[in-house]
Every structure is written in C-alpha cells, then in structure tokens.
C-alpha cells in the first residue's frame, strides 16, 4: 500500500533522510516574499551563524482535503534533497515545524534577490563577461538538474536568486521528475518578447 504523504514526510525524517530542525534555532523573522505554499520569511540561524529563508507551508500536514497540496510539497523536498548539492541550486538545509504545527522548508537565503532585481540594479555596472558568466552558470545548474531527471518547468528571471554574486535556481514547486510527466504533450504558443513558450500538461 503506498504511504500516505503525511507519513512519508514523517518517515522521512525519523529516517535522517530529511534534517529536522529546531524552529527555536532561527532568530529575527522578516517576510521577504510569498511563495509557492505560503509567505517566505527571512531569520537567522543561530546554531550556524547563517541568514536563511524559511518557506512557511500552511497547510496542515494530515488533512486527505489537502492530499495534492500536500503531494506537491512532498515532490519538492524529495527533489531537493537530491538537487541542492550544485553551486547554481539553492541549499536545502531541512525542514522546521513552527509554534503552529506547520512545516517550514529551510533554504539558503540570497543576499541579492532574484535575477531581474539583480540586473534592472546593477546592469551597467556589469561587464559583458559577467553577464556571459552568469549565463553560463544558469546552463550549468540546468543542465545538472537534467541530467538528474529533473525539469523545473517554471524557470524565469525571478526563481533564479543571486547569492554573493552567483545565481541559484530556485523555486522547483513546479519540478518533475522525467520519469512522472505524462507522454502526452501540446505546444501553446504564447508569444511574449519574441519568445515562444511551451506547455506541458501533467
């Protein structure tokens, strides 16, 4: 019988599989953005001496009403554990039940927000060949996401954060696996700056 998400989230972690963390560890909370499952917020770790972005998941973890919520929240922790060893993919660091009972996904914290943030701020100062630098990173955190059966499929200029000056994918709430997707594909052309944008229905 397949196990339930709940459970395997809480399997999960007794295993070590996935660190659980002490939500007491993190210090000076401030909301930096709205994720995929809920609000992001800003602490720091004390234990660590590390700035990190929690991302609150706000729903409770063993209603069967939330099942494909919960489902899709499972999927990114899994993918993450597997994806976050790359330069160019944000750190996993765990998971943090808060003083509510809600899961929290601890991730590295970029110091320079995402990329079109990065650019519109810094793009004359730039030199081309930090540009191409960043370009090329970008390619390389794909294409390690690629080669480990991985397609983001909602890559663009705000899920790519700039910590320290590097890019980090991020945001994979939208990820498959190659081996999930269905083997029924359409092309929907929405044409926005020159750019034609493929749909994939799963």
């Not at 070590?16 to 939500?23: A, R, S």
């Not at 609150?56 to 069967?64: A, E, G, P, Q």
């Not at 997707?181 to 052309?189: A, D, V």
Request: net charge neutral; aromatic share 10%; charged share 25%.
């Amino acid at each position: 019988m397949a196990r339930i998400p709940g459970e395997w989230l809480e399997k999960a972690i007794s295993d070590g599989h996935i660190n659980n963390l002490d939500y007491n560890q993190f210090s000076g909370s401030k909301m930096i953005g709205i994720g995929a499952f809920g609000k992001v917020f800003k602490y720091e770790w004390k234990d660590c001496e590390l700035t990190v972005a929690l991302k609150c998941f706000k729903v409770d973890i063993d209603l069967s009403l939330d099942e494909k919520i919960i489902k899709d929240f499972i999927n990114v922790l899994k993918l993450l554990r597997r994806v976050d060893c790359h330069p160019n993919v944000i750190k996993f660091y765990g998971v943090a039940k808060d003083n509510n009972g809600y899961y929290n996904m601890v991730l590295q914290y970029a110091n320079d927000g995402n990329l079109r943030e990065y650019l519109k701020a810094n793009f004359n100062e730039l030199q081309w060949t930090d540009k191409l630098r960043i370009a090329e990173e970008i390619v390389h955190g794909l294409l390690f996401l690629h080669n480990n059966n991985v397609i983001h499929r909602d890559l663009h200029s705000k899920n790519i954060l700039i910590h320290q000056k590097q890019p980090k994918i991020a945001d994979l709430g939208l990820s498959k696996q190659i081996n999930e997707m269905s083997e029924k594909y359409y092309l929907n052309c929405s044409w926005n700056a020159g750019i034609c944008r493929a749909s994939v229905p799963f």
